[in-house]
């Protein structure tokens, strides 16, 4: 099993965050592998257990469903459903917290996920850089701020 863990400060209030994050059918909005996303059945993007479908910028389609929210934790996992990638058994925790010394917020995302043999760097690297590393940055320049560049606030 693959074990992710990454996490940045994002020179921005908790709240702010939050309020991009927290959008589970938001993520097209600012992430750059995210073409499009929409909640299926017509359920709210809050409501535990609701399936988003997302179409990626290279046209394939992924389903990932709502396992828990919190806002009082400000935290929220979900898991894969589909995916054309073969990341098994995937399921990711998001969490904030605020940093007091300059209104800043923390954000960590972690994963676990099973592969294919020999699949194991190739996709840690994918969902780490790809993934991760690219949230990270997209939601500095969503919200206004400048991106960090590798190595900085890692």
Known sequence: MVRIVESTVLDAPVEAVWAVLRDFNGFD????????SHIER??????IGCVRLLH???GSE???????????DMAFSYCLLDTPIPLL?????????????????FWH???RFDTPPGRETELRDLVSNGIFR???DAVREHIGLPVSRKGDDR
């Open 62 to 72: 992924v389903r990932e469903q709502l396992l828990t929210l919190s806002d009082a």
């Open 29 to 36: 909005r600012w992430h750059p592998a995210i073409a499009d």
């Open 89 to 105: 058994n995937y399921v990711a925790h998001v969490r904030l917290a605020p940093v007091t010394d300059g209104d800043r917020t």
């Open 56 to 58: 990626l910028a290279d």
């Open 42 to 47: 017509g359920y709210s993007s809050d409501k």
């Open 134 to 136: 690219a949230g990270f």
């Open 109 to 111: 995302w972690q994963s």
